[in-house]
């Protein structure tokens, strides 16, 4: 059972396009809501995080939305840039443990 | 900086061989991971382990072993190597309190012919 699910797979915007990434899922139990960014030949790293006592946040360019009733969160990219192409990770997990839950990631690529 | 480091970049090993993955990280971190990444599936965990000789279970542990003798090594271990464990083969470690940032190594590509 998936338990976040993340589309499209893939995506494709010109330069200063808003590309954006949407996940669901379905444990109520989860409150934290983190995005990692992963390029080609490196590991993920932490782009931005959220939790559901608030509904955005935002970080540069990079601005999560979340909507705790519909139990979906979605990562908005503002005036995407070439160098932003990468592949996109969402995650969740509860206080109850420290393993994320990823979906199956989302590779963007943005042409200049 | 935290700094996650995986020994090898790449490795190619033959089916039935016992493969080691090492993995070693320089923050004191008390909890480390072990995912594989599949094009379409996403990072799937692996092993997680919470202190030293500690470890749980994650989605896809069977063929997998883990050990943790020291508190900056995680080791992963394919006890037979199968040609479906041909995969990328990440590793992280976070800070023990809950909700912490995971820092993840540049990966392991593992080919098993």
């Known amino acids: 059972q998936q338990q976040v699910k993340q589309s499209p797979q893939s995506l494709i915007v010109q330069k200063g396009g808003i590309p954006i990434i949407n996940c669901a899922y379905e444990n109520t139990a989860f409150d934290y809501f983190p995005w990692y960014q992963q390029f080609p030949g490196k590991g993920s790293a932490l782009l931005i995080a959220?939790?559901?006592?608030?509904s955005e946040k935002k970080e540069g360019r990079f601005t999560i939305s979340f909507n705790k009733s519909a139990k979906q969160f979605s990562l908005h990219i503002m005036d995407s840039q070439p160098g932003d192409s990468a592949t996109y990770f969402c995650?969740?997990?509860?206080?109850?443990?420290?393993?994320?839950?990823f979906g199956k990631g989302t590779t963007l690529s943005v042409s200049s | 900086d935290v700094k996650v480091t995986q020994s090898s970049r790449y490795l190619v090993k033959r089916t039935g061989e016992k493969v080691f993955l090492e993995c070693v990280q320089d923050m004191d971190h008390e909890n480390m991971f072990w995912y594989r990444q599949d094009p379409g599936l996403g990072l799937r965990l692996i092993y997680f382990?919470?202190?030293?000789?500690?470890?749980e279970k994650g989605d896809i542990p069977e063929g997998y072993s883990v050990s943790r003798e020291k508190k900056e090594r995680f080791s992963l271990i394919l006890e037979s190597a199968s040609t479906n464990q041909t995969s990328m083969y990440l590793c992280?470690?976070?800070?023990?309190?809950?909700?912490?940032?995971?820092?993840f190594g540049d990966g392991t590509r593992l080919s098993i012919l």
């Open positions: 992280a470690s976070s800070q023990g309190v809950v909700n912490q940032p995971q820092h």
């Open positions: 959220i939790r559901p006592d608030v």
């Open positions: 382990s919470y202190d030293v000789k500690m470890k």
């Open positions: 995650a969740a997990s509860s206080q109850a443990g420290t393993a994320l839950i």
